[in-house]
């Protein structure tokens, strides 16, 4: 198969094919920006029932309305200015004569309809609520120009000097809906309902809708968007209360509706009320279809309950629903993702005997998946025998797993004849490259990665950046991180807590404390909230550089936050209070854990130990082991280790030996470690050639118990 060459190079031998991919550029009309984004309208929808008087004069004149009033107050926004009715490019005049052309239509319509804007005899408009509701219904009726309504609804909310009442809001919403400017009509939802939270609010704005309704159609539209907005909000309870109120006007959610509530219901995995709503869209005449089966399957899969998925997938047919594509996909995604190709392979050949057309991503899924587990002549033999030509996922795949076994000469061949057959990499081509470099330490060739994908015009992502400044960091080269972290921020990237740890990590590494705390202030002030393992970073910095007292003040401080401090946080204070000698602060730390149910591990039970190895405290400390032995604590050869080196420092090779007997039978081998702390023993005994004695020692008590020790000295 010609398509398989690149693969087939990296692992066996091949052909080539090539892969063109055509790309459609869009035209972009100026009338989509006639009107502001979502953003625009934030604090656009308080109640209030303020009115005012403008003068005529003011509404030729709405072009000079100050920039930095439009600004703060939603009414220009870059690229979606409401008042840019023509191109950016487009010369000032125009837009000028564009605004001035607005404001005379508005003029003429709301004279023809008996509005009185008086001239030279000074006439003013009462701009209360039910006068901006009335010319905003007046301007529509006469121009059916929904975007012309919203121009007026911007321009007097400005002259009212306050916000628009839900009332009025509402009024602009179904105006638009009916000039089929739902987009717009959703912004206005949206900030409704954060503005309008709890019980009553979701009740007042419902009342408000039908209060101001004056089409039935559009009432239902309104309706079925307003659902839509709760469950964007993850609000599935308020949508499902509100779908009880419209029924009782005999209104219901459109389909598309339905499928995004019951989608949020089943990933929020409510899969009783799922079910529920499902039987009351059956009741109103909403047909089952398999998009709707395959919602269902999808929430099985999610929970891990892959034989649920299957067995509904089978039992589509008895529906009178044909499984398509998507549902079978949505199984063998799953199957993959517990590395169960097999039966995902099984369930390819199943689809072809039934009929199903096998489409790229069922096929790279499971192509995908035998990459992920090490079998590339698998995943070759798949793509071949179900001739699937090699996308950019596949590609991916393999690139993939090339970079996980750090064999980065084929990875640079596949994504090399990747773009030599037209394929354009991702953001994810380039970011597994880097990270292959990352993994050997070839921090130079990751670097010139992301210079070919900024050539390119590929925006890098967040996790781009945060692991080419991971791999900075390692290795201590902090200028290089902070240049890649300032530089992620000046490409409009906002760094997200795993970012600000890895750089403040490294600051503590090198112990540069100072830093690492006013990196947690501008984490602060971007609005990022430190975790537990920002806290855990700047606890292990003030520890290494000693100040014990320091890190436990910020353990009280999450405490006191409402933070839950993991066995990480514990570990390291009390590694710090032992080594400092201080063991009742360490024990009462310890006892803690206990009573928080936090089970010390055998690094925190290493980190106590090794304060009394240090300490020379060996009684105590063979006392304290053994009584975590008995509380079923599971000793490394770490902890063994510290505690023979307690004894061979004192010269004390008895108990040292017993240890090493210890280690031994319950599986664990000495090490070079091993063999250097008894040389210490020796050396304090002052007995002559202690490397020998050491090493002689050692094969004796492997020997006791049947194993051959082997002389790598």
Not at 4 to 19: E, H, M, R, T, W
Request: aromatic share 8%; net charge negative.
């Amino acid at each position: 198969m010609k398509a398989l060459v690149p693969i087939i190079n990296a692992f066996s031998s091949g052909l080539k094919a090539v892969v063109m991919r055509n790309r459609i550029p869009k035209k972009i009309s100026s009338a989509n920006l006639a009107l502001s984004s979502p953003t625009l309208m934030v604090d656009e929808v308080f109640n209030h029932n303020n009115s005012c008087c403008v003068d005529d004069d003011l509404l030729p004149n709405i072009k000079c309305i100050p920039a930095e009033y439009m600004e703060c107050n939603g009414l220009s926004s870059g690229e979606n200015d409401i008042f840019a009715y023509v191109d950016k490019d487009s010369p000032i005049s125009e837009n000028e004569k564009a605004v001035d052309d607005e404001m005379e239509i508005i003029k003429v319509i709301l004279t023809n309809r008996g509005w009185n804007l008086g001239s030279q005899n000074g006439y003013r408009i009462d701009l209360s609520q039910f006068n901006v509701m009335k010319i905003l219904n007046d301007l529509f009726e006469e121009s059916t120009d929904a975007a012309l309504a919203l121009y007026f609804f911007r321009w007097s909310e400005y002259c009212m000097g306050s916000k628009h009442t839900v009332e009025s809001v509402c009024t602009m919403i179904h105006i638009l809906v009916s000039g089929n400017m739902n987009h717009k009509a959703m912004d206005l939802l949206l900030h409704l309902i954060s503005y309008n939270s709890g019980e009553e609010g979701w009740h007042n704005i419902f009342l408000k809708i039908h209060e101001t309704h004056t089409k039935r159609r559009v009432l239902e539209t309104v309706y079925g968007m307003l659902v839509n907005c709760y469950v964007k909000e993850n609000m599935t309870q308020v949508a499902l209360k509100l779908i009880c109120k419209i029924r009782h006007l005999n209104i219901f959610p459109l389909i598309g509706v339905c499928n995004s509530l019951l989608k949020a219901l089943l990933e929020s995995e409510q899969l009783n009320l799922a079910w529920d709503f499902l039987k009351e869209m059956k009741s109103r005449g909403i047909g089952l279809n398999a998009s709707i089966i395959s919602l269902f399957i999808s929430g099985y899969c999610n929970q891990g309950n892959i034989d649920t998925g299957w067995k509904l997938l089978m039992e589509m047919k008895y529906l009178g629903i044909k499984p398509d594509v998507v549902a079978y996909t949505i199984v063998i995604d799953s199957l993959c993702k517990m590395s169960l190709l097999k039966e995902a392979t099984s369930i390819l050949f199943k689809m072809t005997q039934m009929g199903v057309f096998l489409d790229s991503v069922s096929v790279s899924s499971v192509v995908d998946g035998y990459c992920k587990v090490g079998k590339s002549e698998e995943a070759m033999d798949v793509l071949e025998v179900f001739n699937l030509s090699p996308n950019i996922f596949v590609f991916n795949s393999f690139i993939s797993k090339l970079c996980t076994d750090g064999n980065m000469l084929k990875a640079a061949k596949v994504f090399q004849d990747m773009c030599e057959m037209g394929l354009m990499p991702d953001c994810f081509s380039y970011t597994t490259m880097m990270a292959g470099y990352c993994k050997v330490k070839d921090i130079s060739n990751a670097l010139k990665y992301l210079g070919k994908m900024l050539k390119r015009g590929i925006r890098p992502s967040v996790a781009t950046y945060t692991l080419l400044i991971d791999s900075c960091c390692k290795p201590g080269n902090m200028e290089m991180a902070e240049y890649l972290f300032q530089r992620m921020i000046t490409e409009g990237l906002v760094p997200d807590v795993v970012s600000y740890n890895t750089l403040m990590n490294g600051y503590g590494k090198k112990g540069h404390l100072q830093k690492a705390f006013e990196l947690l202030s501008m984490m602060r002030s971007a609005g990022v909230s430190p975790d537990l393992v920002s806290y855990n970073i700047l606890i292990h910095g003030l520890i290494k550089r000693g100040l014990v007292n320091e890190a436990k003040d910020i353990l009280d401080e999450l405490m006191r936050r409402g933070f839950s401090p993991d066995v990480v946080t514990f570990t390291n204070i009390i590694g710090g209070f032992s080594n400092k000698g201080n063991f009742e602060e360490a024990f009462l730390l310890f006892f803690y854990m206990s009573e928080h149910h936090l089970e010390p591990d055998v690094v925190t039970c290493s980190a106590l130990l090794n304060g009394y190895c240090r300490a020379r405290h060996m009684a105590e400390a063979n006392v304290l082991f053994h009584k975590m032995l008995d509380a079923g604590l599971k000793a490394d050869v770490i902890l063994y280790n510290s505690l023979i080196h307690g004894f061979c420092s004192l010269g004390n090779i008895d108990d040292a030996c017993h240890l090493v007997s210890m280690m031994i039978e319950h599986g664990i081998m000495p090490n070079n470690i091993t063999h250097h702390a008894l040389v210490l023993g020796y050396e304090k005994k002052c007995v002559e050639n202690p490397v020998e004695r050491a090493a002689f020692k050692l094969q004796q008590l492997l020997l006791k118990y049947g194993i051959q020790a082997e002389d790598d000295r």
